[in-house]
């Protein structure tokens, strides 16, 4: 990349920044991309300009043959970057080129409508990988972040999710809120109440008075902890002050010479002010004072009065609220304030405790002992632990429970079998969860070939898991029922990554940006390996009832009627009943060469989109310093082996947990009134993608919609083209009675769905009524299963 040396006025960078922005809408440049970054000037100004600006002049766009070679732009083609000082004080914005230097051998449409441009900010290299094999085909998509990212590079709102409690900062609003009301109906009662029972007790010692003073204290800011702050006597709190001073920017004078003497730039430059100013918070940060001595209070026979008949009360009772609180999530600082109160206030001196109210007025930040304002925060969904989402971590315990009772339960003496099944599905969401992060991490701190082979094994490890326990149970308990459970799943998970993944990230993107733009050359390579799937997947049933005999259960003769003697129920085409010799000599050989045929394509879709035509998804990732996303200082959450062990061990839960809601679904197929199509194309086909299903909206929220879409896409592809052919592999060395035969419901339901979802993709853009179209008529046909009679071999 080249840099140019420039001194650039406000109003030189504001142009710059409006023409940019018009140059990247025209060019469909994703919204999400644009990041607002604070404005922060130093002396020196520098402009870096991809070498393929159209107006600044530069070489001609590089060809489809050498962008093949370089999947992920670490320098991008057309990023303008006007730097002002440090790391992370850079005002950012991206040009895309349009249509005026583009290589004469592919054309101008070929090579600008089918590519989809989109400028990425990483904060490290990690995380660029991550994000180049997000548009991978192929690749698992994952929208968390695998490093850590420093505290103070979030936002505010993030920053709070993680504080201890311990900052008082200048009142934003009332205390009075909906979430503290609710805190004072679900703990704040309780937790006060147990402190009015202790304080008597206490008295009544004579030795624990002073913690009878404590506890009567603790009893009334517990009903009402808001506003109020809990400090320690005698010390001196470290204030910051947070002062507003203007910030002023030098421009710095270029020397005269004979280049760049210029009339109308000397008259610009006399004429511009020599400080701008604009507002700053800057920290004023008191030094702590000398360091107290510690307190003696621990050799008093008050404290250990209270430890014997004070303390271990409270304790549980702050434990019980620290675990009701974690497990709400949204009261997470319900946690933080009885965890608090737990290990430092009810181990003080009883004398040192001191509660003050907050006063309205406070213009500076307090560092205290306890202070907390709101009890319940709706972004704690955001909330991490060492990387791990915070509804992943309070569902594994689910697993422990599934696994102990499933395994030493088996007669059913305290649990039903349903709950059972129940536990054991949701056990599912979170170790898909693990294993959706582990191939990330594992992905994004490997070479292309390490990740390839991680996402291909570990990919659909989820489904395969249950799929084959469920044909071993049919097989032992000698039933075909579970081969269509099994049949009804895979055709779920279809529908499911077709349907309702692409609708409802079209919905939710399009309320929040109205209309959304994909890249359509990337959806036509996948829509085109959907219809080779669908194809190749239900040829066998095509030629099943080509080829097939009709057998009906039932018929009934009517007497005196010549043209219609029979009238015949529940017909259908049937090959087991049919001469064996069409089964063994036609439809088996049909049956393994697609099974050769589906991993054949994928592995030519992969050639396509990763080597010959890597073009058409042209990412560029850059960490905003220099447009190059280099290697800085991370902290991975897991390591390469920590995110194998995690894999490893997800992946035999996984087994565990599947192999128990086989053993216990056939409950749920014999005496249930809904039809076992239903439950196969809902609970068992998408409870696994939720976690999948969750990214695609983190991603649409944030305006990429096209890797919502190939989220759902890349699922429907895999299903097809990988783990059916591995049934069928399994099925040739495990003889399960697996048979690549479907039902009619399952054919027509699938081939509507793709030719509807190809309509929709055509134009390479979409809106909230697109969605809902095609969530609609997934429902329609979860209607259809619903009341559609039971298989006959259930």
């Given at each position: 990349?080249?840099?140019?040396?420039?001194?650039?006025?406000?109003?030189?960078?504001?142009?710059?920044?409006?023409?940019?922005?018009?140059?990247?809408?025209?060019?469909?440049?994703?919204?999400?991309?644009?990041?607002?970054?604070?404005?922060?000037?130093?002396?020196?100004?520098?402009?870096?300009?991809?070498?393929?600006?159209?107006?600044?002049?530069?070489?001609?766009?590089?060809?489809?043959?050498?962008?093949?070679?370089?999947?992920?732009?670490?320098?991008?083609?057309?990023?303008?970057?006007?730097?002002?000082?440090?790391?992370?004080?850079?005002?950012?914005?991206?040009?895309?080129?349009?249509?005026?230097?583009?290589?004469?051998?592919?054309?101008?449409?070929?090579?600008?409508?089918?590519?989809?441009?989109?400028?990425?900010?990483?904060?490290?290299?990690?995380?660029?990988?991550?994000?180049?094999?997000?548009?991978?085909?192929?690749?698992?998509?994952?929208?968390?972040?695998?490093?850590?990212?420093?505290?103070?590079?979030?936002?505010?709102?993030?920053?709070?999710?993680?504080?201890?409690?311990?900052?008082?900062?200048?009142?934003?609003?009332?205390?009075?809120?909906?979430?503290?009301?609710?805190?004072?109906?679900?703990?704040?009662?309780?937790?006060?109440?147990?402190?009015?029972?202790?304080?008597?007790?206490?008295?009544?010692?004579?030795?624990?008075?002073?913690?009878?003073?404590?506890?009567?204290?603790?009893?009334?800011?517990?009903?009402?902890?808001?506003?109020?702050?809990?400090?320690?006597?005698?010390?001196?709190?470290?204030?910051?002050?947070?002062?507003?001073?203007?910030?002023?920017?030098?421009?710095?004078?270029?020397?005269?010479?004979?280049?760049?003497?210029?009339?109308?730039?000397?008259?610009?430059?006399?004429?511009?002010?020599?400080?701008?100013?604009?507002?700053?918070?800057?920290?004023?940060?008191?030094?702590?004072?000398?360091?107290?001595?510690?307190?003696?209070?621990?050799?008093?026979?008050?404290?250990?009065?209270?430890?014997?008949?004070?303390?271990?009360?409270?304790?549980?009772?702050?434990?019980?609220?620290?675990?009701?609180?974690?497990?709400?999530?949204?009261?997470?600082?319900?946690?933080?304030?009885?965890?608090?109160?737990?290990?430092?206030?009810?181990?003080?001196?009883?004398?040192?405790?001191?509660?003050?109210?907050?006063?309205?007025?406070?213009?500076?930040?307090?560092?205290?002992?306890?202070?907390?304002?709101?009890?319940?925060?709706?972004?704690?969904?955001?909330?991490?632990?060492?990387?791990?989402?915070?509804?992943?971590?309070?569902?594994?315990?689910?697993?422990?429970?599934?696994?102990?009772?499933?395994?030493?339960?088996?007669?059913?003496?305290?649990?039903?079998?349903?709950?059972?099944?129940?536990?054991?599905?949701?056990?599912?969401?979170?170790?898909?969860?693990?294993?959706?992060?582990?191939?990330?991490?594992?992905?994004?701190?490997?070479?292309?070939?390490?990740?390839?082979?991680?996402?291909?094994?570990?990919?659909?490890?989820?489904?395969?898991?249950?799929?084959?326990?469920?044909?071993?149970?049919?097989?032992?308990?000698?039933?075909?029922?579970?081969?269509?459970?099994?049949?009804?799943?895979?055709?779920?998970?279809?529908?499911?990554?077709?349907?309702?993944?692409?609708?409802?990230?079209?919905?939710?993107?399009?309320?929040?940006?109205?209309?959304?733009?994909?890249?359509?050359?990337?959806?036509?390579?996948?829509?085109?390996?959907?219809?080779?799937?669908?194809?190749?997947?239900?040829?066998?049933?095509?030629?099943?009832?080509?080829?097939?005999?009709?057998?009906?259960?039932?018929?009934?003769?009517?007497?005196?009627?010549?043209?219609?003697?029979?009238?015949?129920?529940?017909?259908?085409?049937?090959?087991?009943?049919?001469?064996?010799?069409?089964?063994?000599?036609?439809?088996?050989?049909?049956?393994?060469?697609?099974?050769?045929?589906?991993?054949?394509?994928?592995?030519?879709?992969?050639?396509?989109?990763?080597?010959?035509?890597?073009?058409?998804?042209?990412?560029?990732?850059?960490?905003?310093?220099?447009?190059?996303?280099?290697?800085?200082h991370h902290v991975v959450h897991w390591s390469r082996w920590r995110a194998l062990a995690v894999l490893i061990v997800a992946t035999v839960l996984m087994a565990c947990c599947a192999d128990i809601s086989t053993e216990n679904i056939e409950p749920i197929l014999t005496h249930s009134s809904i039809s076992q199509y239903f439950i196969g194309v809902t609970v068992l086909a998408m409870v696994p993608e939720l976690p999948e299903i969750v990214n695609g909206i983190q991603f649409a929220l944030q305006n990429n919609i096209s890797l919502s879409l190939e989220v759902g896409s890349c699922i429907a592809v895999q299903v097809c083209m990988i783990q059916i052919p591995l049934l069928i592999l399994f099925n040739a060395f495990y003889d399960v009675g697996f048979v690549l035969v479907f039902s009619d419901i399952h054919l027509w339901a699938s081939i509507f769905s793709v030719i509807l979802v190809n309509y929709i993709f055509m134009d390479g853009k979409c809106d909230y009524f697109q969605g809902t179209a095609l969530v609609v008529v997934y429902l329609i046909l979860l209607a259809l299963y619903f009341f559609a009679p039971s298989p006959r071999s259930c």
């Amino acid at each position: 990349m080249s840099h140019r040396k420039s001194t650039l006025m406000p109003g030189g960078v504001e142009n710059l920044r409006r023409r940019s922005a018009t140059d990247s809408t025209e060019n469909n440049v994703d919204p999400e991309q644009h990041h607002h970054v604070p404005q922060q000037q130093s002396q020196t100004d520098w402009l870096s300009v991809g070498p393929q600006h159209p107006e600044l002049g530069a070489a001609g766009t590089p060809s489809p043959e050498a962008s093949a070679h370089h999947f992920c732009h670490y320098t991008p083609k057309c990023f303008l970057t006007v730097h002002r000082g440090g790391h992370s004080n850079s005002a950012r914005s991206t040009l895309s080129q349009g249509a005026r230097s583009t290589p004469s051998r592919y054309g101008e449409e070929g090579w600008h409508e089918g590519t989809s441009k989109a400028t990425i900010r990483a904060e490290n290299e990690v995380e660029a990988h991550r994000e180049a094999n997000n548009y991978k085909f192929g690749f698992r998509k994952w929208k968390g972040n695998v490093t850590e990212r420093p505290i103070e590079d979030r936002s505010e709102v993030i920053k709070e999710l993680y504080s201890d409690l311990s900052i008082v900062k200048p009142p934003k609003g009332s205390v009075i809120s909906f979430g503290n009301i609710v805190y004072v109906c679900l703990f704040g009662w309780w937790i006060s109440l147990i402190y009015f029972l202790i304080c008597p007790v206490m008295f009544l010692t004579i030795f624990g008075a002073p913690y009878g003073k404590l506890c009567f204290k603790m009893a009334l800011y517990f009903i009402w902890p808001f506003g109020k702050s809990l400090e320690k006597a005698g010390d001196c709190v470290v204030k910051r002050s947070i002062v507003r001073p203007p910030k002023f920017e030098v421009i710095p004078e270029e020397r005269d010479t004979e280049d760049n003497k210029d009339p109308d730039r000397d008259r610009d430059k006399d004429s511009a002010p020599l400080l701008v100013s604009s507002p700053i918070p800057v920290e004023i940060t008191v030094p702590e004072p000398p360091a107290r001595k510690t307190s003696n209070h621990w050799c008093h026979i008050s404290t250990y009065v209270w430890l014997l008949l004070g303390y271990p009360v409270l304790a549980v009772v702050h434990s019980l609220a620290c675990v009701l609180s974690w497990l709400l999530v949204f009261t997470i600082p319900v946690f933080k304030m009885n965890a608090r109160t737990m290990t430092i206030v009810l181990l003080m001196a009883p004398e040192d405790v001191q509660i003050h109210k907050l006063e309205k007025t406070l213009g500076c930040e307090t560092r205290v002992i306890l202070c907390c304002y709101q009890a319940f925060n709706v972004y704690y969904y955001k909330y991490t632990v060492q990387g791990i989402n915070i509804f992943a971590l309070n569902l594994l315990p689910l697993v422990v429970i599934t696994l102990i009772i499933g395994y030493t339960d088996r007669e059913h003496n305290y649990f039903s079998a349903e709950t059972k099944f129940a536990t054991a599905i949701a056990s599912i969401i979170p170790l898909s969860y693990y294993i959706g992060m582990g191939i990330a991490s594992i992905s994004a701190q490997s070479n292309f070939a390490v990740g390839a082979v991680v996402n291909a094994t570990f990919g659909s490890i989820t489904e395969m898991t249950f799929y084959i326990t469920a044909l071993l149970q049919g097989h032992r308990a000698a039933t075909k029922c579970y081969e269509e459970i099994v049949k009804a799943a895979l055709t779920g998970t279809l529908l499911g990554c077709i349907l309702f993944i692409p609708g409802i990230c079209m919905i939710i993107g399009g309320i929040k940006h109205r209309e959304q733009r994909f890249n359509s050359r990337s959806a036509g390579v996948s829509s085109a390996l959907l219809f080779i799937s669908i194809g190749g997947v239900f040829a066998p049933t095509l030629f099943s009832k080509i080829f097939g005999n009709l057998v009906c259960e039932s018929c009934t003769i009517i007497p005196g009627n010549v043209s219609v003697p029979f009238i015949c129920k529940d017909c259908h085409y049937d090959t087991s009943q049919t001469d064996p010799h069409l089964i063994l000599s036609q439809i088996e050989p049909l049956v393994y060469t697609i099974s050769v045929l589906l991993p054949t394509a994928y592995l030519i879709g992969l050639i396509f989109t990763l080597k010959t035509h890597s073009h058409i998804y042209d990412i560029h990732i850059s960490d905003g310093q220099d447009g190059h996303a280099h290697a800085g200082h991370h902290v991975v959450h897991w390591s390469r082996w920590r995110a194998l062990a995690v894999l490893i061990v997800a992946t035999v839960l996984m087994a565990c947990c599947a192999d128990i809601s086989t053993e216990n679904i056939e409950p749920i197929l014999t005496h249930s009134s809904i039809s076992q199509y239903f439950i196969g194309v809902t609970v068992l086909a998408m409870v696994p993608e939720l976690p999948e299903i969750v990214n695609g909206i983190q991603f649409a929220l944030q305006n990429n919609i096209s890797l919502s879409l190939e989220v759902g896409s890349c699922i429907a592809v895999q299903v097809c083209m990988i783990q059916i052919p591995l049934l069928i592999l399994f099925n040739a060395f495990y003889d399960v009675g697996f048979v690549l035969v479907f039902s009619d419901i399952h054919l027509w339901a699938s081939i509507f769905s793709v030719i509807l979802v190809n309509y929709i993709f055509m134009d390479g853009k979409c809106d909230y009524f697109q969605g809902t179209a095609l969530v609609v008529v997934y429902l329609i046909l979860l209607a259809l299963y619903f009341f559609a009679p039971s298989p006959r071999s259930c």
